[in-house]
């Protein structure tokens, strides 16, 4: 039986995924994480508590913010 994951799910419960994070990621430790997850979704969580919550994305919406994030969609955002 397939592992039902929905947002907010403890990121460290979800087992057998393999997180990874940004090759920018500096050294403070401000960073996400992503997994591919069995389903086919994303879970993103944050590298400074990885048994916090984690939000699920479906491969359509990770797409699109990807696709937003490369067009400069979200440069306001920068600091």
């Known amino acids: 039986m397939e592992q039902s994951i ?3 799910v403890q990121a460290s419960s979800i087992s ?6 940004s090759a920018r ?3 403070s430790g401000n960073c ?3 997994a591919q997850l ?6 993103v969580r ?9 939000l699920v994305y ?4 990770m797409a699109a913010f990807v696709e937003g ?7 306001a955002f920068t600091v």
């Open 58 to 61: 479906t491969q359509a919406e």
């Open 16 to 21: 057998g995924v393999e997180w990874t994070k």
């Open 6 to 8: 929905g947002n907010g």
């Open 46 to 54: 944050n590298s400074r508590f990885p048994d916090g919550p984690a």
């Open 69 to 75: 994030a490369k067009d400069g969609d979200f440069d």
């Open 32 to 34: 996400v994480e992503v």
């Open 25 to 27: 990621s500096n050294q």
């Open 38 to 43: 069995p389903g086919g979704g994303v879970a």
